[in-house]
């Protein structure tokens, strides 16, 4: 294969073959295809789109870069969620050991920061010792033992998507439809699931700024997951404002632990439970609700964390484990109702602050962002605490600070 030449057909607007897409993402994976080129690719999908067919055959040569789990005859049902991407979407983080509580397994393979959303695998390194570079087997003997993991793309589990996840959040080539599709199905069919609820993502803070966009982006996954045999739901949900109260890797895990201990703000706890009830067995809503008042949630991540070498005994000072070097409060300046808190102008913020990366390579800050985030339609007096910001120093808190300011839309 002439690599420039398939770039140059798709930069074209042209089609290209099953073959030619299988031996891009092989030649990809295996390094004899490089960076700057799949990158010009990812740019030339970007503007030209792919048709259906190219779709199909672009996830299954990501799913195929790698091994998919299997599991003994015995496994419960096998399910798990997935968001398209927001800003404050913490939801993994609490409806996973939630899920898991019920009589189902939760192979949940995850990614990092990208675009101007987080990632979960970025937020669970926040916990000192949580490992996420987990191999496919012992992903299955946890699920043996507790019935959940969390994960990233290994080099033997969606190589391709570990690679080319992380140059699209680098190149401004994350919002395309078949580059999203290819990228979520891959992680998702390689768990090899019975189900799957898909959490999509509309609006600011979302890469489909349209709904009918998230729409389109919805059924595009459907019908590859059907076409695998996985019974898969999808849930189009609005992404204007950050979700819950906290942007940024370790805030947004204080809040999520605080949802599975039965608190948390009602937004994030009504989605987490609300999408943990299209794939569970045995549970209803109010079954999931009360596991995250009773305790039994809070247990389950305990022995997730300690299976994947971190302390739960600690997790009662999580809140004090990544200070930021400057936090401050932002006051409102005048009264009335909250009538916007963008999320996307929040969430560029906080990559601003260095919760996110502008390069592959760069170190991320756990400690940077926003919490006490106020909400859409709250009344408010000048002088009221509306967010703070927490910063690595005082330039970035004061540039952080008037970027939230401009989010938020007092009238
Ligand atoms: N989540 C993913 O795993 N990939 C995307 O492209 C977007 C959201």
Known sequence: MHVPSVIEKKRDGKTL????????????????????QMSALAMAIYFQGMNAKETASLTHAMLESGEVFEYPKTAPRVVDKH???????????????????????????????????????????????????VSRKDAVAQLEKIG???????????????????????????????????????????????ALVLDVKYGSGAFMKEKSDAQSLASAMKRVGKAMGVETHTVLNPMEEPLGQTVGNALEVQEALETLRGGGPSDLRKIVISLAAKVTVKADAKKLGQ????????????????????????????????????????????????????????????????????????????????????????????GDLIGRVHAAGDDAAKSALRQFRKAVQIV
């Open 148 to 194: 959940v993991v969390m994960m990233g793309q290994t080099p033997e589990v969606c190589p391709a998507d570990k690679r080319l996840y992380a140059l699209r959040d680098v190149t401004a080539t994350v919002p395309s439809q078949p580059l999203i599709v290819a990228s979520i199905m891959s992680k998702k069919l390689a768990e090899s699931l019975d």
């Open 83 to 133: 968001s398209t991407g927001g800003i404050g979407d913490k939801v993994s983080l609490a409806l996973a050991p939630l899920l898991a509580c019920d009589d189902v397994w939760v192979p949940m393979i995850s990614g990092r920061g990208l675009g101007i959303t987080g990632g979960t695998l970025d937020k669970l390194e926040s916990i000192p010792g949580f490992n996420v570079s």
């Open 291 to 382: 596991w995250l008042d009773d305790g039994t949630a809070w247990a389950k991540f305990e022995q997730l964390v300690d299976a994947q070498g971190g302390d739960s005994s600690r997790l009662d000072r999580f809140a004090s484990i990544h200070p930021a070097a400057v936090v401050k409060d932002i006051k409102a300046t005048s009264s009335g109702e909250v009538a916007a808190v963008d999320a996307d102008t929040i969430g560029r913020a906080s990559l601003a602050l260095g919760a996110g990366r502008s390069r592959a390579d760069d170190e991320i800050n756990f400690s940077v962002g926003f919490d006490q985030i106020v909400k859409t339609g709250t009344k408010v007096t000048s």
């Open 17 to 36: 073959s099953d073959s030619e897409i299988r031996d891009f993402i092989s030649g990809y994976t295996s390094g004899s295809i490089a960076e700057y």
